[in-house]
């Protein structure tokens, strides 16, 4: 499902490469953890499975498809099939809960009674269904990620990528969280985690691939953390004003799911008024969008038609490894199969490796 073949990534005027000949395969359904202290290389590799940057040699390949081949036009689609949260969670600070889960698929231009269904649904499974109206600054930390991830999992992706997701939690946050990763993936969705939580990754006992100065040092079927003892304290990345993350955020929403461009224009004019206009109501203002050129500036790839490979899915063994955290039924609540976390492979786009 995910591949990496003596993958190395030189980043432009470092002198050390960020990766240097990684190589794995992750099944369809695993849970893996990804593991290394800062600067170890566990974000460039999620960069890369997403596309957004490609290895300086080696070769990635995600659900079938050297990334290497697929054409520009081609990656935002090939992108729906990946689901991401952060540590900072990236929400839209203007709009309800409902409305950021909403966003993505107004993006894609899914019909409004798809919508009106997906994204209650989606908040239901990460326990939210009471909140739909809320903003993000009235939610915990942890209702925040919650959003996210109920954003990621809209579309139905094959896989989530979780970068350092409980990085900004207390501990006890960081465990609920943990517990519906591991949910979510005992309903058939693959996992690739990265992070600095010891303790969770001795718990899980699930496989642990373990870089340090961008060279894979271990990779255990049922692993700890290992050595912690030169892993710096977690310091969050800085976040450079709500506004400036969410317009980002928007972009890159955008880059990846990009169908409708007119929906896109309109939702962002509309999210940008948004924080002017609380900007100018309150002393403690958000930045404006004039603080966020990157954002402005980034290019925004052209609509692509939805096509999906005619090949039959390729058969799914047992999940091999037991879940230790408590279990809720997915099934009980009836949505397993339109967020894909089902065992049915009917939407399958491709091979699993
Ligand atoms: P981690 O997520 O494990 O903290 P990263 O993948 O972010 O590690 O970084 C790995 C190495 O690559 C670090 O030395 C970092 O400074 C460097 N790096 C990451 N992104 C860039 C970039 N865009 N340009 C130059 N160097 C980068
Ligand atoms: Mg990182």
């Not at 390949?61 to 540590?87: C, E, M, T, W």
């Not at 019909?111 to 499974?125: C, D, H, N, T, Y």
């Amino acid at each position: 499902m995910i591949r990496f073949e003596n993958v190395t990534k030189r980043y432009r005027g470092t002198s050390r490469p960020a990766l240097s000949a990684v190589d794995f395969e992750v099944q369809r359904g695993e849970f893996v953890f990804l593991v290394g202290a800062s600067g170890s290389g566990k974000s460039s590799c999620l960069r890369l499975i997403l596309r957004e940057d490609v290895p300086t040699t080696g070769r990635v390949a995600v659900l079938g498809r050297d990334l290497r081949s697929l054409a520009n036009r081609k990656v935002p689609y090939f992108r729906r099939h990946i689901g991401s949260v952060f540590q900072d969670f990236r929400l839209l600070p203007s709009k309800t809960v409902y409305q950021n889960v909403a966003f993505t698929l107004q993006v894609t231009g899914s019909s409004r009674g798809f919508i009106q269904q997906a994204v209650p649904e989606a908040l239901a499974l990460v326990g939210l269904d009471g909140k739909q109206k809320r903003m993000p600054h009235e939610l915990s930390g942890g209702e925040q990620q919650r959003v996210a991830i109920a954003r990621a999992l809209v579309n139905r992706p094959q896989v989530l990528l979780a970068d350092e997701p409980t990085g900004n939690l207390d501990p006890a946050t960081s465990v609920d969280i943990m517990q519906l990763l591991a949910r979510i993936n005992a309903g058939g969705t693959t996992v690739l985690m990265a992070t600095h939580e010891a303790a969770f990754v001795d718990q899980m006992q699930r496989r642990v691939i373990e870089l340090r100065d961008g060279e894979m040092v271990r990779d255990e079927v049922h692993g700890g953390y290992g050595d912690t003892s030169n892993i710096p304290r977690l310091v969050p990345e800085e976040i450079r004003g709500a506004a400036a993350a969410a317009a980002l955020t928007a972009v890159q929403e955008v880059q990846r799911q990009t169908a409708d461009l007119s929906v896109v224009r309109a939702a962002l004019a509309e999210e940008l008024s948004a924080q002017r206009k609380a900007a100018a109501a309150s002393s403690d203002a958000v930045p404006t969008a004039s603080e966020t050129p990157e954002a402005q500036a980034a290019p925004i790839e052209p609509p692509i038609a939805d096509e999906r490979p005619a090949e039959a899915p390729a058969s799914v063994g047992p999940l091999t490894h037991p879940i230790l955290l408590p279990q809720v039924d997915v099934a009980e609540l009836g949505v397993a199969d339109r967020l894909g976390l089902s065992d049915d492979g009917a939407e399958e786009v491709g091979p699993t490796s």
